[in-house]
């Protein structure tokens, strides 16, 4: 494979691209379950903007997926994998509102956290296809853990 980016930068950066992607799929997993949990006064309100949310992960998480094979490395797609990938941890038998937004900003501060990661490998291999998506990738990361911190304000 020759694509301008050298064997070794390719799997540093497919392994960077491994843990968002883990991290990513594990918030569209909360949110998802957040989505059909939520009770309380705020619930229709939440249960859509949940949806809205774990929707847009659902295709984030495909796009990061195709760039690591992209990269000639194979995405991981277990649960077993992105357990030992991701740096959030699972929520069980949660169904308050304000807990779910506080917890959920919380695991989209630390998706922008690895996203800054990445992005520091992509662009010291001048691998701009990877830096633009990371960078847009942390920018809605960034703006919907800005719109749920403002939620309890």
Same mark, same amino acid.
């Given at each position: 494979?020759?694509?301008?980016?050298?064997?070794?930068?390719?799997?540093?950066?497919?392994?960077?691209?491994?843990?968002?992607?883990? +991290?990513s799929y594990t918030l569209y997993l909360q949110? #998802?379950?957040?989505?059909?949990?939520? /009770?309380?006064?705020?619930?229709?309100?939440? #249960?859509?903007?949940?949806?809205? #949310?774990? !929707?847009?992960?659902?295709?984030?998480? +495909?796009?990061?997926?195709?760039?690591?094979?992209?990269?000639?490395?194979?995405?991981?797609?277990?649960?077993?994998?992105?357990?030992?990938?991701s740096s959030i941890k699972e929520v069980v038998?949660?169904? +308050?509102?304000?807990?779910?937004?506080?917890?959920? !900003?919380?695991?989209?501060?630390?998706?922008?956290? /690895?996203?800054?990661?990445?992005?520091?490998?992509?662009?010291?291999?001048?691998d701009e296809s990877t830096a633009s998506l990371?960078?847009?990738?942390?920018?809605? #990361?960034?703006? /919907?853990?800005?719109?749920?911190?403002? /939620?309890?304000?």
């Open positions: 494979m020759n694509i301008g980016i050298n064997e070794s930068d390719r799997i540093n950066i497919a392994q960077g691209l491994k843990r968002l992607l883990a +991290d949110t #998802h379950n957040f989505h059909w949990n939520i /009770t309380g006064p705020q619930f229709r309100e939440l #249960h859509l903007m949940f949806e809205e #949310h774990y !929707t847009e992960l659902a295709v984030a998480v +495909d796009d990061i997926a195709e760039r690591i094979r992209s990269l000639d490395v194979a995405a991981p797609g277990t649960y077993k994998e992105f357990a030992e990938l038998g949660l169904t +308050d509102g304000v807990e779910m937004v506080n917890i959920l !900003t919380q695991s989209h501060e630390q998706v922008i956290r /690895t996203c800054r990661d990445v992005l520091k490998l992509a662009q010291a291999a001048d990371v960078s847009d990738r942390m920018r809605v #990361h960034e703006k /919907t853990a800005w719109m749920l911190r403002a /939620t309890y304000r």
